[in-house]
């Protein structure tokens, strides 16, 4: 059954709505046994007492589908979201109107953080490709947290994880050259997309476009493209459209490293 998702003190929902104002989601329970994102989410070493708890106080929302706002900048801030399935990014404007894209989000990933604290959304997050969330009302999550340390550590963990990455990335876009900046990215790609430590190849798929990579990384899309066809003429990567192969993992995480 599809429904409009409205935003309600009581219950804690979240803003859910498309570009053009209005999406139809699909609201369902969970059953986080066969989510595929259960390992990497809060709900990670959770007793099954524990995850009953998290359960109770979410929902799926979705899906989303490309170009849909999972929720809008200076929307009220209710709740955070756990890809589900999918992918999103999170983007504000420049003075000059332009789109800034500030972060890419993949299963398990917990989006709406910068926002605690806060009356209103800070971004626009955006699915990427057909995507569902689990949505948590965060002061029902705030309450849980204080009945359930593991839970409370865990997101304090996710928290300083982001600030570590946030300040990464600024020192990365001030100090380092766009191709570094372009190996750390692909690092992060080959860690959330789960390909083995041990791997020296593999392939990714790129919901984002290279605009949005551009944009992440503080590069314009010429510079970009010239340093993409450096690392293949170099044997690191193939690339494709929206398909990144690696031929040689190593070499990368050999190059970040310096």
Request: with cysteine; net charge positive; glycine share 10%.
């Amino acid at each position: 059954m599809k429904k409009n998702i409205t935003t309600s003190e009581g219950g804690g929902d979240g803003q859910a709505a498309s570009p053009q104002g209005q999406a139809a989601q699909h609201q369902s329970e969970l059953d986080c046994s066969k989510c595929e994102a259960r390992y990497r989410c809060l709900g990670e070493g959770l007793s099954e007492e524990q995850l009953l708890g998290l359960r109770k106080i979410t929902r799926t929302l979705g899906p989303f589908q490309p170009g849909e706002a999972i929720f809008r900048v200076e929307g009220k801030f209710k709740s955070l979201f756990v890809i589900q399935s999918g992918a999103a990014k999170i983007e504000t404007a420049s003075f000059e109107g332009a789109k800034l894209v500030d972060g890419f989000f993949f299963r398990g990933d917990l989006v709406g953080l910068e926002s605690i604290g806060a009356q209103q959304y800070g971004h626009d997050a955006i699915a990427l490709e057909r995507t569902l969330v689990c949505e948590l009302p965060f002061n029902q999550l705030e309450s849980l947290c204080s009945f359930v340390p593991r839970l409370q550590r865990k997101l304090l963990i996710i928290l300083g994880q982001k600030i570590r990455y946030t300040n990464e990335t600024i020192v990365h876009g001030r100090y380092v050259s766009g191709e570094k900046r372009l190996l750390f990215f692909l690092q992060m790609l080959c860690e959330k997309k789960i390909i083995k430590k041990n791997d020296n190849t593999g392939s990714v798929d790129l919901p984002m476009s290279k605009g949005d990579i551009a944009s992440y990384l503080g590069l314009r899309p010429e510079s970009l493209s010239r340093v993409l066809t450096k690392l293949q003429s170099d044997g690191i990567i193939r690339n494709h459209t929206k398909k990144i192969e690696f031929l040689d993992i190593k070499a990368i995480l050999q190059q970040v490293c310096r």
